[in-house]
């Protein structure tokens, strides 16, 4: 059993920049994949990133990608989100993700595991 919790949301303007945090609980934390998705108000949560439990191997979703960056540290059984170039339509509600090995990567059917989301809003 994994238990996440997120930080770090908050209001920030355009251009601005947060970093996400998601402290897990297990002694095994090190051996899961840890993802981000997010969810905007009347859409389907997506896929935002997901790290490999060394650390060597991510993912991005396209509209994403050279803006954030996700790393872990498995010795404080925490991965982060660092966000930059923050955009309007980065608005949502962010959740983060841990499972052993998900099957399809971008697909939220494929984590066993979810926090309970942390508000990132972004001002124009």
């Known amino acids: 059993q994994v238990q996440l919790v997120e930080s770090g949301g908050g209001l920030v303007q355009a251009g601005g920049s947060l970093r996400l945090s998601c402290a897990a609980s297990?002694?095994?934390?090190?051996?899961?994949?840890m993802g981000w998705f997010r969810q905007a108000p009347g859409k389907e949560r997506e896929f935002v990133a997901a790290i490999r439990w060394s650390g060597r191997t991510t993912y991005y979703a396209d509209s994403v990608k050279g803006r954030f960056t996700i790393s872990r540290d498995n010795a404080k059984n925490t991965v982060y989100l660092q966000m930059n170039s923050l955009k309007p339509e980065d608005t949502a509600v962010y959740y983060c993700?841990?499972?052993?090995?998900?099957?399809?990567?971008?697909?939220?059917?494929?984590?066993?595991?979810w926090g309970q989301g942390t508000q990132v809003t972004v001002s124009s």
């Open positions: 993700a841990a499972d052993l090995s998900p099957s399809t990567v971008v697909a939220q059917h494929s984590w066993d595991y």
């Open positions: 297990g002694r095994t934390f090190s051996t899961y994949v």
